[in-house]
């Protein structure tokens, strides 16, 4: 059996996984070791072992372990060194692991995700604007109408007071109906100047009314501006993310496309080993056989040969004993075994 180094560029450095070729290593440096102790035993165990590492793989070693001997239809034997046909195995040939099936698939970070943080206010100020009620005013909700009307009514009270007070000086303390009346219309009077404020009390609600509508529209100008701000920062993210995975696969596919070509030029490297030993076995088993018939034709040469000698010599031993015999002795008869009788 051959060490490990012996097989850098043979079956087994091409067949067996990296863990069985140390083993296989090992059991050489064992054959070694026990080959310098003249200790058979070990020598045979070591054999032994690295013999069911190559099994595992479909082939044998030879004696020396320094052979390629696949099993197909027959199976080699290494304590005859021949093949021995009743012991068939399959001649699946194992292989060693691909660099493809080692690699994991490729994987990338999540893409960033658009998140719009101003969407519920849009949609809350929208439904504003669109569902805003038309313009009305009522005086008498207006809260500055009515501290014009509070005002004025003030003002009215205090003309008619003051009338009334301008009367009753010129007539003694006595009411009259002049004073009366005189009193009254300083009162409408006040009560006309409340009621002409109210148009423009009118229009400023008006104004005011178109003011937040332009206020809200603005705000909505405003969120969405903000809102197409990061939608545009999203996408900036968005194209630096791809580009970035788009790098990454390239790479990633260049080393598949390189362990892809490199597996298959070990098949091919491995096709031609295992067609050029299957040659190299085939020559062998030839030779055996060309070497077994020959002999077998030199023995049945021998077998003749010596088959015609005996007949030869029989013939001449007989002619001598009938010459014999004619001179009345018989002894040539008894040397062919032939007794008196």
Sequence with gaps: MATRK???SGADLILMTDEDLEQLGKFGDAWNAAHAAGDQAGMDAAHAGAEALRAKYN???????????????SRWNSQ????????WQSNTAATRPNRVESMEPFSYESAPEYVNRYQDQIDGLLNDILNRPEFSYDPDTDPMYAAFRKEYQREGQRATADTMGQYA????????????VAAQQAGDYYAAQMADRIPELYQLAYSMYQDQGTDMRMNMDMLTALEQGDYNKYLN???QYNTDRN???????DEWNRNYQLDRDDIADQRYDLEWNYGVNRDQINDQRYDREWNYGVNRDEVEDQRYQTEWDYATALDRAQTLAQAGDFS?????????S
């Design 80 to 87: 005859t060194g021949n093949y021995d046909t009743s012991k």
């Design 332 to 340: 040539g008869y008894k040397a062919l075994g032939y007794s008196d």
């Design 59 to 73: 082939y044998s070693g030879g004696a020396d372990g320094s052979e390629y001997n696949p099993w197909g239809d």
């Design 6 to 8: 012996k097989y850098t």
């Design 169 to 180: 000086a010129m007539t003694g303390g006595m009411p009259s109906t002049a004073a009366t």
């Design 237 to 239: 993210l968005l194209n």
């Design 247 to 253: 790098f990454a696969y390239g790479v990633y596919s």
